[in-house]
């Protein structure tokens, strides 16, 4: 099971560029990194997927230096609405069920 | 497309009592599963169904059980109803396993009293 560590809460701005570093030091040759977003009341949603380098969708860009060893979330310009907490996962894909949520990372945006 | 859906959305129990709690996607998904999130803590899985007619214990399966009635509905069910379960409940469902995406439902609010 790869475990994962994440700061435990984080403040920003509107309108600033956040990035949250997810550590995962005994990832797996086939593991991925997955992050998801929780808003109050709500079920988690997914956010975005890598295995290296970098990805990037409309929402977030994931970062994966070679080693693989931890990852950055960096969530761009970001809003009052994007105050959640942030997972990341770290697992195989398609098969097992070994990977953790953990407690995540409380981001904070301040008008 | 409702997705996952998850009923009921708020339930209070007393001590002992038994109750299911019953979730359904409509995505086709072969793989679900039911998770528990306290306060102020991350979620953590009970149990999961890889797929149709399979179910496996996750993190804290202690005190429930599940049932996987076809491809659409996954069960969770507390027959002896702690205040230790007092939790909010999120049932999800995905393609696969593994850390592919997954769709969570709208959970469900328990008290214990």
């Known amino acids: 099971l790869a475990k994962t560590t994440q700061p435990i809460s984080m403040d920003s701005y509107e309108g600033q560029e956040v990035n949250i570093t997810c550590s995962h030091n005994n990832i797996a040759t086939n593991d991925y990194i997955t992050w998801y977003q929780q808003f109050p009341s709500q079920g988690p949603r997914f956010i975005i997927q890598g295995y290296k380098t970098k990805v990037t969708n409309e929402v977030a860009s994931l970062f994966i230096p070679a080693d693989r060893k931890s990852s950055t979330l960096s969530l761009p310009r970001v809003s009052l609405s994007d105050t959640a907490v942030y997972y990341c996962l770290v697992g195989p894909e398609g098969q097992g069920f070994s990977f953790i949520f953990g407690k995540g990372t409380r981001l904070l945006v301040k008008p | 497309n409702a997705g996952v859906t998850q009923t009921p959305k708020f339930q209070v129990l007393k001590t002992g009592q038994s109750m299911t709690l019953q979730c359904a996607q409509d995505m086709n998904h072969n793989s679900m599963y039911w998770y528990r999130q306290d306060p102020g803590m991350g979620l953590r899985l009970i149990y999961y169904?890889?797929?149709?007619?399979?179910?496996d214990k996750g993190e804290v399966p202690n005190g429930y059980n599940v049932s996987r009635l076809n491809k659409r509905e996954f069960s969770l069910r507390l027959e002896s109803a702690a205040p230790s379960q007092t939790s909010v409940y999120f049932c999800?469902?995905?393609?696969?396993?593994?850390?592919?995406?997954?769709?969570f439902g709208p959970g469900t609010r328990l008290t214990v009293l």
């Open positions: 999800a469902s995905s393609k696969a396993g593994g850390v592919g995406e997954q769709f």
């Open positions: 169904s890889a797929s149709e007619g399979t179910t």
